[in-house]
Structures are given as C-alpha cells and as structure tokens.
C-alpha cells in the first residue's frame, strides 16, 4: 500500500469519529429544552460516576479499602477483586445499613446488625428490585439505582430553574448541581438521590395543581428520607396560592383531591408502627437517640457546640459540616424575592431541622449531605450567575470541592 493510502486509512477513524460527534450535536440541537437537559444529565452522570469512582478507588490507597478496625455491621464487605476496586470504595457509612435493609429486612439491632430503624425504607426497597438482575449485590445496585434517579432529579431541577428563570439558567442550575459536591452523595448508594428526585418531583407536580400526584410522590420523598416530609411545606404554600387564586376568580378554594395532603404524614405513621413491630418499639427517633446519641437542641446550642468541637478535637469533617450550615445560612435572605416563598420556605425549615438537631459523635454529622441536597440554594445559585465567567468559576470550584469531598470522606471511613 503506497504513504498516500496508508495515510487516508489512518484518517479514516478520525473522520468517522468526528461525524459522529457532528450528528450528536445535531440531534441535541434538534431536541426541545426538557430533552436536552435530560440528555445533558446522562452525559454529567456517566461523567461524574467515572470521575469519582476513579478518584475514591485511589483514596482507599492500593484501590482497594484497607482495614482501620472499624467493627462491621451487615453484610460481609468487598475489598477484594475488580468488585473490591469497582464497588467497594462505595460500600461504606449508611450505604452498608442501607444494604442490609435490602438483603434481610428490617431486624433489631444486635451484634451482627447495624440499627437499621434509624433508616427508611424506599430507597433499600428500590434496591432490593434490582438485585435480582445485577447479581443480588445491594451495593451494585444501589449504585445502579442511584445513577438513574441522578438523571432524573437533574432534569427535574431544570425544569424548575426554567419554568423560574429561563432555559439558561435551568441549564447552569442542572450544571452546578451535576458537578457539585452533592453529586458524590446522589451517585453514592445512600438515599439521597430518591429524596431529591421525589421530592423535586412533588414540588413540579404541585406547580403544575396535579394535587393527588404531588401528595403521592411525597409519600416517597417521606419514605427516602425523615426530612422528606418538609417537602409538605412548599407542597401547602403552593396550593394555598393557588386555591386563593380560584377563590379570587369565584371558583371553590378547596377541592376534594387536597384531602389526599394527609397521605405522607400517615406514611411516616405507617412506618413508625412497621419498625416497632420489629424490633424498634420507641420508633424512629428512639434510635437515633440511643445509637447516635441524637436529640433536639435550641439552633444556637448546635452551632455553638459544632464551634466548641471543632477547637477542641480539630475535626475537619465537623469544620466542613459548620461551614455548611452557615452557607446555607448566608443564602436564605438572599432566596428572599429571588425565589418563590415556598422555595425559600423550605430552605428555611431544612435549615431548621438541621441545627435543631446534635449528634454524639460530632454536633452537625452529616449536615453537609443535607445541606448539598436542599435544593433552593440551586435554584439562586442558576439565578445569579449570569457571567458566563462566573460561571465557569464557579463549576471548577465547585468540581474541585466535589473530588476533595469525595477524596476526603473515602479516606477518613474504612470498613472492616
């Protein structure tokens, strides 16, 4: 074969290559704003998922998670093998609680098994129907799961952002939210991704006055998550306004579909009873309190307990809890006439249960996951950052803390 041939042989895989980004781009282009984001969604995710994976494999050192004497509770843990690599580094913190929910049920606590009351129940159901067809691994498909509901709350927040603000900013709402730090928790198998999504889902539902639909995808958001059942409050505002608006108009402020609001509290009654028919009779909250040593405290006392901590011990994690909460904090006034009130309402309650509440082991545990995932702070972040400057800031910054975060939590919490 002659240099000229050999040559255009060569270019040929270039040239296929870029046709086929050409005719990707085309098909985007093509496609109305809501499939687009949804589009973009799945390339942030599979992303995302391949980037972090990555980089929490090479936190656990040799790939693997290594041993820190950390007392297992659950199923045994994979730290060997491409499942060790691939899987493993996910299998840590709530995620193996959540596991052994999807493979046994709900049991007491004991010497084999975590407090499992503590956790409700939707997410380690959702699991539990995939395992059959990814090989019975909880944590593969918690992953899986969690992949897709990711996709979905994405492009349920752009939707928001747009219907708000605009196609653009609902795509760097979508944008901000895919490569921020709350992304490692929607994409671990924890119950993250299912709150967020049912209960973005609700609020677009009750926008739309789809009233039975919202209340039942509150009743999931309810069962993902305790803090599910604030979303009754944007839930309430937005029907309120609108049955002042039928009033107005001389139509009937109420109909009988607001009856069926009631449904995500009794859900959480439901519960309440379900666990203590086995093995939990306080409820939910009693275990908490006796395996976290959990209880409710006046918002000041949290803040200035997780101050205390934080100076006394040098937690960093607890240092990065606190910096969230006042995060949070800082972007309620600013929500003000910028978001809709039941937006900024529910910021407001989320908040409050965050610092109303103390755990034993650090004051604010876990407040980053929650704050990551309140949903508001989005929506004014989308709104805001008009600069297309600003904007590309703030996605390195915020794809930088992303790894650091993911790094950083990896690293600290081995399993045994």
Same mark, same amino acid.
């Given at each position: 074969?002659?240099?000229?041939?050999?040559?255009?042989?060569?270019?040929?895989?270039?040239?296929?290559?870029?046709?086929?980004?050409?005719?990707?781009?085309?098909?985007?282009?093509?496609?109305?704003?809501?499939?687009?984001?949804?589009?973009? *969604?799945?390339?942030?995710?599979?992303?995302?998922?391949?980037?972090?994976?990555?980089?929490?494999?090479?936190?656990?050192?040799?790939?693997?998670?290594?041993?820190?004497?950390?007392? #297992?509770?659950?199923?045994?843990?994979?730290?060997?093998?491409?499942?060790?690599?691939?899987?493993?580094?996910?299998?840590?913190?709530?995620?193996?609680?959540?596991?052994?929910?999807?493979?046994?049920?709900?049991?007491?606590?004991?010497?084999?098994?975590?407090?499992?009351?503590?956790?409700?129940?939707?997410?380690?159901?959702?699991?539990?129907?995939?395992?059959?067809?990814?090989?019975?691994?909880?944590?593969?498909?918690?992953?899986?799961?969690?992949?897709?509901?990711?996709?979905? &709350?994405?492009?349920?927040?752009?939707?928001?952002?747009?219907?708000?603000?605009?196609?653009?900013?609902?795509?760097?709402?979508?944008?901000?939210?895919?490569?921020?730090?709350?992304?490692?928790?929607?994409? *671990?198998?924890?119950?993250?991704?299912?709150?967020?999504?049912?209960?973005?889902? *609700?609020?677009?539902?009750?926008?739309?006055?789809?009233?039975?639909?919202?209340?039942?995808?509150?009743? #999931?958001?309810?069962?993902?998550?305790?803090?599910?059942?604030?979303?009754?409050?944007?839930?309430?505002?937005?029907?309120?306004?609108?049955?002042?608006?039928?009033?107005?108009?001389?139509?009937?402020?109420?109909?009988?579909?607001?009856? &069926?609001?009631?449904?995500?509290?009794?859900?959480?009654?439901?519960?309440?009873?379900?666990?203590?028919?086995?093995?939990?009779?306080?409820?939910?909250?009693?275990?908490?309190?006796?395996?976290?040593?959990?209880?409710?405290?006046?918002?000041?006392?949290?803040?200035?307990?997780?101050?205390? #901590?934080?100076?006394?011990?040098?937690?960093?994690?607890?240092?990065?809890?606190?910096?969230?909460?006042?995060?949070?904090?800082?972007?309620?006034?600013?929500?003000?006439?910028?978001?809709?009130?039941?937006?900024?309402?529910?910021?407001?309650? *989320?908040?409050?249960?965050?610092?109303?509440?103390?755990?034993?082991?650090?004051?604010?545990?876990?407040?980053?996951?929650?704050?990551?995932?309140?949903?508001?702070?989005?929506?004014?972040?989308?709104?805001?950052?008009?600069?297309?400057?600003?904007?590309?800031?703030?996605?390195?910054?915020?794809?930088?803390?992303?790894?650091?975060?993911?790094?950083?939590?990896?690293?600290?919490?081995?399993?045994?």
């Amino acid at each position: 074969m002659s240099a000229s041939g050999e040559g255009t042989a060569s270019a040929l895989p270039a040239l296929r290559g870029a046709a086929l980004i050409d005719r990707l781009r085309a098909l985007v282009r093509g496609q109305r704003p809501l499939v687009r984001a949804a589009l973009l *969604s799945v390339l942030l995710v599979v992303c995302m998922r391949v980037a972090l994976g990555i980089a929490i494999s090479v936190a656990c050192g040799d790939g693997h998670c290594n041993s820190q004497g950390v007392v #297992w509770l659950g199923t045994p843990p994979v730290t060997s093998g491409w499942q060790g690599l691939l899987i493993g580094p996910w299998q840590r913190n709530d995620a193996t609680f959540y596991a052994q929910i999807a493979l046994h049920g709900y049991q007491p606590a004991g010497p084999t098994n975590g407090p499992v009351g503590a956790f409700l129940p939707l997410f380690p159901l959702l699991t539990r129907g995939l395992m059959p067809i990814l090989g019975g691994d909880p944590i593969l498909s918690g992953l899986v799961l969690n992949s897709v509901l990711t996709v979905v &709350a994405l492009t349920l927040i752009f939707r928001l952002a747009e219907s708000d603000f605009g196609v653009a900013a609902g795509y760097r709402t979508l944008l901000l939210v895919g490569v921020g730090p709350g992304v490692f928790f929607l994409l *671990s198998p924890l119950s993250e991704a299912a709150f967020l999504t049912f209960t973005l889902a *609700s609020i677009v539902a009750a926008r739309r006055g789809r009233i039975g639909l919202a209340a039942i995808l509150a009743v #999931w958001a309810t069962l993902s998550r305790l803090q599910g059942i604030l979303v009754m409050v944007p839930l309430l505002i937005e029907f309120a306004l609108q049955a002042r608006a039928r009033h107005a108009a001389g139509g009937r402020a109420l109909r009988w579909p607001h009856a &069926a609001l009631v449904l995500p509290p009794l859900s959480l009654l439901a519960f309440q009873w379900y666990i203590g028919a086995h093995g939990y009779p306080q409820g939910l909250l009693s275990v908490e309190q006796s395996f976290w040593h959990a209880h409710l405290v006046v918002p000041g006392v949290a803040i200035w307990d997780s101050l205390l #901590w934080v100076i006394s011990h040098g937690d960093i994690p607890e240092l990065i809890n606190l910096l969230s909460v006042a995060a949070l904090l800082a972007c309620i006034p600013l929500m003000w006439r910028r978001l809709r009130p039941s937006d900024t309402s529910y910021a407001a309650v *989320s908040l409050l249960v965050i610092v109303c509440h103390v755990e034993g082991f650090s004051p604010l545990m876990s407040a980053l996951r929650f704050c990551l995932v309140t949903y508001p702070v989005w929506l004014l972040l989308g709104r805001g950052l008009t600069s297309p400057r600003a904007m590309r800031t703030a996605a390195l910054v915020l794809g930088g803390l992303t790894l650091v975060v993911a790094v950083g939590i990896t690293g600290y919490h081995v399993i045994e």
